[in-house]
């Protein structure tokens, strides 16, 4: 760098020293912003939170409120069985204040990252306070647990409560907001949970059978009374065997079953070959719409948030299925 300095410069010190203060003062300013990170975004003053799917980061924004700065990793249409943190995400999670994940598994890829970022910052999986207990087994991933613990609105109620206790642990001066921002958010997801079960208890019980590319919705079905049958296991880092294909399919065609249902963030390929195998023998079956499972959708429409997105779904199941 010195090397190019322009020799004219020599002849006047001032100007230089000048430029050196401010070079000085300016970088100070820099890291001031962000003690993680020697590139950090302007300093708003907010809290900030990164988090891995739109469900939890959407969680953060009701509770946060306008004391936090949310990142979401994930956007709409994404796996986060799959998912693998790009440099970016590495960034923007070294620049956060407090990384929010899901956990069991969920973000398989990731673990190991958020073991490195635990000893530097306060780092939590909202599933963690959760009782063991009401947890589904994880046997068809090849985890312990089930992750996809937001389907039962009872459960996101609980990781609800953790993301305010995070919040208050590490901005005493905004504790009490936090509080009434949780208060008030638990509140409108008890009325969900509520309309859910009596949404889904207005399709007939033999109706009640909801057939989906990959076991996300074991915790709906058990907590709203309806039958999930999946194609490739919890996970969809594994593909679907032709024998799922035809044992789904000939209980398909034996309950009559009227509808199936694709996945925003799952491909519809094994969802296709059912239709087709049930086709042959001689049952008609439609698809019933589109369900978010492990993404929502996208920012900015109703299914972009937590509520909307459990709502829609609701919707699409009742109308294909009743
Ligand atoms: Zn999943």
Redesign the pocket.
């Given at each position: 760098m010195n090397k190019s300095t322009p020799p004219r410069q020599k002849r006047s010190a001032r100007p230089k020293l000048i430029a050196l203060a401010l070079l000085i003062s300016l970088s100070a300013l820099v890291s001031g912003c962000g003690k993680d990170s020697a590139s950090s975004s302007p300093d708003t003053g907010k809290l900030k939170i990164t988090a891995t799917t739109g469900m939890i980061a959407d969680l953060a924004k009701e509770i946060g409120g306008p004391h936090v700065q949310v990142t979401g990793l994930m956007s709409a249409g994404v796996?986060?069985?799959l998912y693998k943190a790009s440099q970016g995400d590495i960034r923007k999670l070294d620049q956060a204040d407090i990384i929010l994940y899901n956990g069991l598994h969920?973000e398989g890829k990731m673990v190991e990252i958020f073991e490195n970022m635990a000893k530097k910052k306060t780092t939590v999986a909202v599933s963690d306070p959760i009782d063991r207990s009401l947890l589904r087994s994880g046997a068809l991933m090849n985890t312990e647990y089930d992750?996809?613990i937001w389907f039962d609105v009872s459960l996101w109620m609980k990781a609800a409560g953790t993301v305010r206790d995070t919040l208050v642990q590490k901005d005493q001066t905004h504790a009490e907001d936090y509080k009434k921002n949780a208060d008030r958010y638990i509140k409108e997801l008890e009325t969900l949970h509520k309309e859910v079960a009596a949404k889904i208890s207005t399709i007939p019980e033999s109706s009640r059978v909801l057939v989906t590319a990959?076991d996300?919705f074991g915790y709906f079905g058990d907590a709203y009374h309806l039958k999930v049958m999946g194609l490739q296991g919890?996970?969809?880092a594994s593909e679907a065997g032709t024998k799922d294909v035809t044992d789904l399919r000939d209980y398909l065609v034996e309950n009559k079953i009227k509808a199936v249902f694709i996945e925003s963030?799952v491909p519809r390929k094994a969802i296709d070959a059912v239709i087709q195998g049930a086709k042959e023998k001689g049952h008609e079956i439609k698809i019933g719409g589109e369900l978010f499972?492990?993404a929502m959708g996208k920012e900015g429409t109703p299914e972009g948030t937590y509520i909307g997105m459990i709502r829609h779904n609701v919707e699409t199941m009742v109308s294909a299925l009743k």
């Open positions: 796996d986060p069985h969920l992750p996809h990959h996300a919890i996970s969809t963030s499972s492990d």
